[in-house]
């Protein structure tokens, strides 16, 4: 007989409904795609995420609960569910001052969004700045070229500098992607 594991997590109370979705579609599409069980209290940001032995989709789940805690949307994040290979990456910027966050949040995301998406199209990784934190979801080499690019605008490197080196990097990652 097999035995049921457990893992807890917290999100944010205001992402809880997102894990849920609307009639809760996307809890039930988690479960039937990965075997998991998942217990929501949605007063308290818990998730208890129940699986059988053997069955590692549990980290999966994990990381992709965590990434709608941290502002992706359902079908941002479900690239971690999709492959083995994606990952899910995070840069805290907590230990920064309100009004620092508040000056690179700007800087990333850019005039209407356009610095965040320039990194999303160059590197396929997926992006998203919520609260004090930037979670990048994508393969190794895709989140690795992201966060490089992300760590030059918290470093305060001209935007032109950033553009430039993803131009470069673009190149690699074409070749990685036409290997793949």
Known sequence: MEEDYVIGIKIPLDR???????????KKMIEEKT???L???SSEG????????GNLDFLKVRDFIYAIGRGF???RAIRILED???????IKLGHLSKKDIMRIKGRIIGK???????IENVTGAVVSVYGDTIAIIGFPEEINTAKKAVTMLIDGMPHSAVYK????ERIKLRKINIER
């Open 16 to 26: 809880v409904g997102v894990v849920i979705g609307k009639n809760g579609e996307i």
């Open 35 to 37: 075997g998991v069980k």
């Open 39 to 41: 217990d929501i209290n």
């Open 46 to 53: 818990e998730i208890n995420i129940f699986y059988k032995e």
């Open 73 to 75: 949307s359902p079908i």
């Open 84 to 90: 083995d290979m994606v990952m899910y990456d995070l």
């Open 112 to 118: 209407d969004g356009s610095m965040r998406r320039y």
């Open 165 to 168: 080196f993803l131009d470069n």
